[in-house]
């Protein structure tokens, strides 16, 4: 994702090829490690964002509501007629 886990996961890297050119398997599992590392660091923070994001559009939605009656505007199909057969209320004849 960014910053100190990228430069971790690179050194990483580094430490796991240098283990593995000299024969060294502690430097090799070492840098697998921060390799590891690295990745949960980036879960953790991508979780962390997304439970923000939640919690944030959460917010937002439950701000319009508990204002009262109509709280949200709009009204549904037929608000505002008059009751009756559905015609123009006129009566003819």
């Known amino acids: 994702m960014g910053g100190e886990s990228s430069l971790n996961k690179g050194k990483g890297k ?11 398997e502690r430097l090799a599992a070492e840098g ?10 980036d879960a953790m ?12 559009s959460l917010r937002h939605r439950d701000k319009g509501k508990g204002s009262g009656p109509g709280a949200g505007g709009g ?6 007629r008059s009751g009756g057969d559905g015609g123009s209320g006129h009566e003819t004849g």
């Open 14 to 24: 580094a430490k796991e090829m240098a283990g593995k050119a000299t024969g060294d």
């Open 32 to 41: 697998r490690t921060d390799q590891l590392r690295s990745k949960g660091e």
């Open 45 to 56: 923070k991508s979780a962390t964002q997304r439970a923000k994001g939640v919690a944030d």
């Open 75 to 80: 009204g549904g199909a037929g608000e505002g």
